[in-house]
Nanobody
Framework: QVHLVESGGGLVQAGGSLRLSCAAS????????MGWFRQAPGKEREFVAR????????YYEDSVKGRFTISRDNAKNLVYLQMNSLKPEDTAVYYC??????????????WGQGTQVTVSS
């Protein structure tokens, strides 16, 4: 398993930006696809974005396409989620995940503790 720690969340006004980071332990990181998910109060955890081990392939949930960008730095064991043009409906706890390659949380085996993102209107 990969140990994951997210950071970078906070409170931002609608239209603003945040960059989330996820630090991963372990020397297998460079060969591991990574994903970002989010969970709003009272809702199920949902897929946001994922990136292949080589960064060649990325996928996004429809509502964040064109606003969010996932990237990674394998030399530093980091994966990022750049979030622009934030909307109040983006408010959620954001989680970094490893061990899967799908849009379903059940397919991922390693999770971070989450970081809160709050977008005010």
């Amino acid at each position: 398993q990969v140990h994951l720690v997210e950071s970078g969340g906070g409170l931002v006004q609608a239209g603003g930006s945040l960059r989330l980071s996820c630090a991963a332990s372990g020397d297998i990181f460079s060969g591991t696809p990574m994903g970002w998910f989010r969970q709003a109060p009272g809702k199920e955890r949902e897929f946001v974005a994922r990136i292949s081990s080589s960064s060649i392939t990325t996928y996004y949930e429809d509502s964040v396409k064109g606003r969010f960008t996932i990237s990674r730095d394998n030399a530093k064991n980091l994966v990022y989620l750049q979030m622009n043009s934030l909307k109040p409906e983006d408010t959620a706890v954001y989680y970094c995940a490893a061990g899967g390659w799908s849009s379903f949380p059940r397919d991922y085996t390693s999770w971070g503790q989450g970081t809160q993102v709050t977008v005010s209107s």
